[in-house]
């Protein structure tokens, strides 16, 4: 019978080994498998006079082939690798669609400085002022391309975070459940492994997603996210939330509810898709947004400033090219409320000067009913404390004004200024008619017939308006424009020369023959005079009514050559139909004039200049981002390996376990077979 106990273990033995094999086998392709080894011991020894023999063996285990630090850097390395891939599927058509011609900014741009550079040398055709009108449509077209794009990419990013945000919470669940399960067969003895499998294929699956924080305790897994926030504590699951931005509405946030409590952890959470997608939204999107937005507004306010100074074809002042940068709509979304504000006012927001914008956006915080302090984001400079109460005026500062339309507000409200993210969505082109494109000079000069001596204006030396008008106070520019029709033509009637020879006099005389002002020249040289001109209305009475200071508007001219005594000067205003392009030429040295970013050390760089510096910054972050998932993928591959090398199903080695356990269970058949033989034989000789 010993005999027939011995061959019946190890047949027991071997044939558990067989299904141990086969198991592996089966399992070969099952993700997250670690592969199982069968572990025998030998039974107690029986007695025989003074020796021991053995009675066979026992099954001791089925144990996984399972390394706990591989299978950590394997998760690690699948956080990594799943950022980096999110973050490049983000940046990658960011990077092609501001880059190509025919989808980005730069070539609407040339286009239409193309096109100003054409009306400049055909200033009369109308077909070349509506190609110009044509192209202007055009580029404000591309810039709400763009941003539409821009925008689309961030409600993608949304939509994303929601549905990740829900995979993760599933399986959170399933970790709970399978932690629980794991324990209770724990508790009673046995070895979960299939279970302890799948808690881990789950908990690397999370970790596609985010960058969990695993921690092993009395067999169960914690799982935190962020810098310590429990998502899974034993069997207990707090849930991850995805809730509208409480700063800005636009840009979900991520919040994880504990049941009493709820914590806001978007600016914590690295990691996984979640982190990839969170930190493209945060250093790339919302940047190149409000870079597009800033490039949208100096394009508008420089180009209509450049209209208003000069004359249309219709012999006016020249309208808006783009619409105004500061209508009451955009005004008033330039500030978002937070939603925990108790208060219910809020900031309008004007655009003061387009060259000194910057690219980041403010926090508002007030610090008491009537006082609050401005933020820069993101790295909090202050701008400055500043208060609503009289007689305390509107802070300026980076070329934005704040006005709050309430008179007080609550202590802890906070509001967000966003002065350029949404410019590029908002421009338009406002004319219609290409006559009004004001490509003349205000004013030019001739000198009046009958003169005497050498005086000559040089081509280059035009009157140049000075004065600025502001297109932002319609009833002010309106009435200085009207002033200046109404207050030429006027002239400059030169005197006598001094008995050296040196200086030689002028009156400058309004319509009416009135000294404006009087001056001296160098005769024989090149002198740039600097004068002004009163505005009148149309009855002669002085703009604005007396006792207010009277309204002026100022040019420079250049004479050379020596006039005559009595050689006079006249300078009007530009007539319909003048073929003069002065105001033209200043609208095409746009193209590479500073306009953009004036209040940094660097002074300032030009629209293509600051589209390209975009489109650079775009382009090195793609780059990188190519280099890092690259990085990142042969990081997991290793990280694999290695873990396959030691947990995975190797096919070669399992058949060789095929045959040798075959063999076992075949050598164990034939002690068993022994032991009846000798057992017949017993029996027959009795």
């Given at each position: 019978m010993s005999l027939l106990n011995i061959g019946m273990s190890g047949l027991s033995a071997s044939q558990a080994s067989l299904m141990t094999t086969g198991n592996n086998i089966a399992n070969a392709d099952t993700a997250g498998y670690s592969r199982q080894q069968t572990v025998q011991g030998t039974k107690s020894s029986q007695q025989f006079g003074n020796v021991f023999i053995g009675t066979g063996t026992t099954l001791a285990d089925v144990r996984r082939v399972y390394n706990s630090y591989l299978d950590a850097q394997l998760q690690t390395t699948t956080s990594l690798n799943s950022d980096s891939a999110a973050y490049l599927g983000q940046v990658s058509p960011l990077d092609k669609l501001l880059s190509d011609s025919g989808t980005g900014l730069n070539g609407a741009l040339t286009k239409f400085f193309a096109s100003v550079q054409n009306v400049n040398a055909k200033p009369g055709d109308d077909a070349s002022r509506q190609l110009l009108l044509s192209d202007a449509q055009a580029l404000s077209?591309?810039?709400?391309?763009?941003?539409?794009?821009?925008?689309?990419?961030?409600?993608?990013?949304?939509?994303?975070?929601?549905?990740?945000?829900?995979?993760?919470?599933?399986?959170?669940?399933?970790?709970?459940?399978?932690?629980?399960?794991?324990?209770?067969?724990?508790?009673?003895?046995?070895?979960?492994?299939?279970?302890?499998?799948?808690?881990?294929?789950?908990?690397?699956?999370?970790s596609t997603f985010t960058g969990a924080q695993i921690v092993e305790r009395e067999g169960s897994v914690d799982i935190y996210l962020g810098s310590g926030q429990p998502l899974v504590i034993g069997n207990t699951v707090n849930k991850l939330e995805v809730v509208a931005g409480k700063d800005d509405p636009n840009r979900l946030s991520l919040q994880l509810n504990r049941?009493?409590?709820?914590?806001?952890?978007?600016?914590?959470?690295?990691?996984?898709?979640?982190?990839?997608?969170?930190?493209?939204?945060?250093?790339?999107?919302?940047?190149?947004?409000?870079?597009?937005?800033?490039?949208?507004?100096?394009?508008?306010?420089?180009?209509?400033?450049?209209?208003?100074?000069?004359?249309?074809?219709?012999?006016?002042?020249?309208?808006?090219?783009?619409?105004?940068?500061?209508?009451?709509?955009?005004?008033?979304?330039?500030?978002?409320?937070?939603?925990?504000?108790?208060?219910?006012?809020?900031?309008?927001?004007?655009?003061?000067?387009?060259?000194?914008?910057?690219?980041?956006?403010?926090?508002?915080?007030?610090?008491?009913?009537?006082?609050?302090?401005?933020?820069?984001?993101?790295?909090?400079?202050?701008?400055?404390?500043?208060?609503?109460?009289?007689?305390?005026?509107?802070?300026?500062?980076?070329?934005?004004?704040?006005?709050?339309?309430?008179?007080?507000?609550?202590?802890?409200?906070?509001?967000?200024?966003?002065?350029?993210?949404?410019?590029?969505?908002?421009?338009?082109?406002?004319?219609?008619?290409?006559?009004?494109?004001?490509?003349?000079?205000?004013l030019?000069?001739?000198?009046?017939?009958?003169?005497?001596?050498?005086?000559?204006?040089?081509?280059?030396?035009?009157?140049?308006?000075?004065?600025?008008?502001?297109?932002?106070?319609?009833?002010?520019?309106?009435?200085?424009?009207?002033?200046?029709?109404?207050?030429?033509?006027?002239?400059?009637?030169?005197?006598?020369?001094?008995?050296?020879?040196?200086?030689?006099?002028?009156?400058?005389?309004?319509?009416?023959?009135?000294?404006?002002?009087?001056?001296?020249?160098?005769?024989?040289?090149?002198?740039?005079?600097?004068?002004?001109?009163?505005?009148?209305?149309?009855?002669?009475?002085?703009?604005?009514?007396?006792?207010?200071?009277?309204?002026?508007?100022?040019?420079?001219?250049?004479?050379?050559?020596?006039?005559?005594?009595?050689?006079?000067?006249?300078?009007?205003?530009?007539?319909?139909?003048?073929?003069d392009n002065r105001n033209g030429t200043a609208l095409a040295g746009l193209q590479t004039k500073q306009t953009v970013d004036t209040g940094s050390a660097s002074k300032g760089i030009s629209l293509n200049d600051a589209y390209g510096k975009l489109v650079e910054g775009v382009g090195s972050k793609a780059a990188q981002g190519k280099l890092d998932s690259a990085a990142t993928g042969a990081i997991l591959a290793n990280a694999k390996g290695a873990r396959d090398s030691l947990s995975g199903v190797d096919l070669d080695e399992e058949t060789g376990n095929l045959v040798k356990y075959q063999q076992y269970y075949t050598a164990s058949s034939q002690i068993i077979k022994a032991a009846q033989e000798i057992f017949s034989t017993l029996i027959n000789s009795l």
């Amino acid at each position: 019978m010993s005999l027939l106990n011995i061959g019946m273990s190890g047949l027991s033995a071997s044939q558990a080994s067989l299904m141990t094999t086969g198991n592996n086998i089966a399992n070969a392709d099952t993700a997250g498998y670690s592969r199982q080894q069968t572990v025998q011991g030998t039974k107690s020894s029986q007695q025989f006079g003074n020796v021991f023999i053995g009675t066979g063996t026992t099954l001791a285990d089925v144990r996984r082939v399972y390394n706990s630090y591989l299978d950590a850097q394997l998760q690690t390395t699948t956080s990594l690798n799943s950022d980096s891939a999110a973050y490049l599927g983000q940046v990658s058509p960011l990077d092609k669609l501001l880059s190509d011609s025919g989808t980005g900014l730069n070539g609407a741009l040339t286009k239409f400085f193309a096109s100003v550079q054409n009306v400049n040398a055909k200033p009369g055709d109308d077909a070349s002022r509506q190609l110009l009108l044509s192209d202007a449509q055009a580029l404000s077209n591309r810039f709400n391309s763009v941003s539409s794009q821009l925008n689309a990419q961030n409600a993608n990013i949304n939509g994303n975070l929601t549905n990740m945000a829900d995979q993760v919470n599933k399986l959170a669940a399933t970790v709970a459940q399978l932690n629980q399960k794991i324990a209770e067969i724990s508790s009673a003895g046995g070895m979960p492994n299939d279970l302890l499998d799948a808690r881990n294929e789950t908990v690397r699956q999370l970790s596609t997603f985010t960058g969990a924080q695993i921690v092993e305790r009395e067999g169960s897994v914690d799982i935190y996210l962020g810098s310590g926030q429990p998502l899974v504590i034993g069997n207990t699951v707090n849930k991850l939330e995805v809730v509208a931005g409480k700063d800005d509405p636009n840009r979900l946030s991520l919040q994880l509810n504990r049941g009493s409590s709820t914590i806001d952890i978007t600016s914590i959470m690295t990691g996984g898709e979640i982190g990839g997608l969170l930190r493209y939204r945060s250093t790339v999107l919302d940047p190149a947004m409000n870079e597009l937005g800033r490039v949208a507004l100096v394009v508008a306010d420089q180009m209509n400033s450049i209209q208003a100074q000069g004359i249309d074809k219709n012999g006016d002042f020249g309208s808006n090219l783009f619409n105004s940068i500061n209508s009451a709509a955009q005004i008033s979304q330039r500030s978002i409320a937070s939603t925990n504000n108790v208060g219910t006012g809020n900031f309008d927001v004007s655009i003061q000067d387009t060259g000194k914008l910057t690219i980041n956006d403010y926090k508002v915080t007030f610090t008491s009913a009537t006082d609050y302090t401005v933020q820069r984001l993101p790295d909090n400079t202050s701008m400055g404390s500043f208060s609503t109460a009289p007689p305390a005026t509107a802070p300026v500062f980076d070329g934005i004004e704040l006005k709050f339309s309430a008179a007080s507000a609550t202590v802890g409200d906070t509001f967000k200024i966003t002065p350029t993210r949404n410019a590029a969505s908002n421009i338009k082109t406002e004319m219609t008619d290409s006559k009004r494109l004001a490509i003349a000079a205000p004013l030019g000069a001739a000198i009046a017939a009958g003169g005497s001596g050498t005086l000559t204006i040089p081509a280059s030396g035009q009157p140049t308006l000075t004065t600025q008008f502001d297109i932002y106070d319609a009833a002010t520019t309106s009435a200085m424009q009207n002033g200046l029709k109404n207050s030429t033509p006027t002239k400059i009637v030169f005197g006598d020369v001094s008995a050296d020879g040196a200086s030689q006099t002028y009156q400058f005389l309004d319509a009416k023959g009135g000294v404006i002002s009087s001056g001296t020249i160098k005769p024989g040289e090149s002198n740039t005079l600097s004068l002004n001109i009163p505005l009148k209305d149309a009855s002669g009475a002085p703009i604005p009514p007396a006792p207010a200071t009277q309204y002026t508007v100022s040019f420079d001219m250049t004479v050379a050559g020596a006039p005559g005594k009595g050689t006079a000067i006249n300078v009007s205003l530009s007539q319909p139909g003048t073929l003069d392009n002065r105001n033209g030429t200043a609208l095409a040295g746009l193209q590479t004039k500073q306009t953009v970013d004036t209040g940094s050390a660097s002074k300032g760089i030009s629209l293509n200049d600051a589209y390209g510096k975009l489109v650079e910054g775009v382009g090195s972050k793609a780059a990188q981002g190519k280099l890092d998932s690259a990085a990142t993928g042969a990081i997991l591959a290793n990280a694999k390996g290695a873990r396959d090398s030691l947990s995975g199903v190797d096919l070669d080695e399992e058949t060789g376990n095929l045959v040798k356990y075959q063999q076992y269970y075949t050598a164990s058949s034939q002690i068993i077979k022994a032991a009846q033989e000798i057992f017949s034989t017993l029996i027959n000789s009795l």
